[in-house]
């Protein structure tokens, strides 16, 4: 089952379509990246699944229930951590959790040890100081925790990692990947490698469309240049290949790189054997998210 879906979701500011019929469908217990370029719509597709905007058009379930704007019913299913967390900052991290907690009216007890739990699972559980002193990767861990705090069906991360160093930015990635056995993961981002590493599923976003969705490893596969890269022993057959063949780049020491078809793949592998060439590795290159979504944005 899903545990969101969208369909044709239209939003226009002033004379500014920003989505024109958007559909996306998230599965349940799945990590999900949401990517788009800056001004692409990604916040504004989430307020809409929070009830925050209102549509102009379309419909969005929560699992299996209506989101309806103004109301904050299918808000028991979501825990949101926004692009810019904000909290109190004179708080210490379990005091605020404390309070989140009680302001959702979950039971004492339980609060405590939710938050107990919560803090342990992320890395934050020996922070006794005020909020005031944390880094902005602390900040992300915690607001993890708080959205995380009344058992949400779906979290919704709003750029989690955008603004922080790759220690920092693996600690959120290690987080979500070990949240998604208790509940969905949409994680909005631009940074394709941070989707490489734990979604299993990705929607890119595209002039108010989602233009591909689908599995990352299905959708890495489906570039249409196929690469391949060659490394020679011997630094002057590279020459000797650049003459043979006029589209092989040369790309660092003794390494060229060529695509195409399989026939051409044999072509060289043929002038390779015939000339007797020493060769170090010959490998496929696979083709990163990132080439897939350039190439994607282009169309
Ligand atoms: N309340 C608003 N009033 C007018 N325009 C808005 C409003 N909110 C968003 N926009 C516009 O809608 C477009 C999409 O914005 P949005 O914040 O959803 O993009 P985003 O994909 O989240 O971008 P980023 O990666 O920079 O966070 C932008 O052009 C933005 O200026
Ligand atoms: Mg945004």
């Known amino acids: 089952m899903d545990m969101l879906t969208i369909t044709n979701l239209k939003k226009r500011f002033g004379d500014k379509e920003v989505l024109c019929g958007l559909n996306l469908s998230v599965p349940s217990n799945s990590v999900f ?14 307020k809409a699944v929070l009830g925050l905007l209102k549509p102009d058009d379309g419909q969005i379930f929560v699992s299996g229930k209506k989101v309806v704007w103004g109301q904050t019913e299918t808000n028991q299913y979501i825990g949101y951590l926004p692009d810019v967390p904000e909290f109190y900052s004179y708080m210490t991290p379990f005091e605020y959790l404390i309070f989140c907690g009680e302001i959702c009216g979950m039971k004492k007890s339980d609060i405590k040890e939710r938050s107990t739990k919560l ?17 902005r990767g602390m900040k992300q861990r915690l607001g993890i925790a708080q959205a995380l705090l009344s058992r949400p069906k779906l979290l919704i991360c709003d750029e989690p990692t955008s603004a922080l160093d790759p220690e920092g930015r693996k600690e959120i990635l290690d987080i979500l990947v070990a949240v998604k056995e208790e509940t969905t993961v949409l994680f909005s981002t631009h940074i394709l490698s941070d989707v490489e590493h734990i979604c299993e599923e990705v929607a890119f976003l595209n002039e108010g469309k989602i233009v591909m969705q689908g599995k990352v490893s ?4 489906i570039r249409s240049s196929k690469e391949f890269t060659l490394e020679v022993i011997n630094r002057e057959d590279t020459k000797k290949l650049m003459d043979n063949f ?43 998210l990132e080439d897939v979504f350039l190439e994607v944005m282009k169309k």
Do not use: C, W
């Open 246 to 288: 006029k589209d092989i780049r040369h790309t660092e020491e003794n390494t060229l790189v060529f695509s195409g078809e399989e026939n051409k793949v044999f072509d060289v592998l043929r002038y390779v054997y015939e000339n007797k060439i020493s060769i170090q590795k010959m490998e496929r290159i696979e083709p990163s």
């Open 218 to 221: 299905e959708i890495r596969n």
């Open 33 to 46: 990246g949401f990517v788009g370029r800056n001004g692409a719509g990604k916040t504004t597709t989430m």
């Open 119 to 135: 803090l342990s699972l992320v890395g934050l559980e020996n922070e006794n100081h005020r909020i005031k002193g944390f880094s």
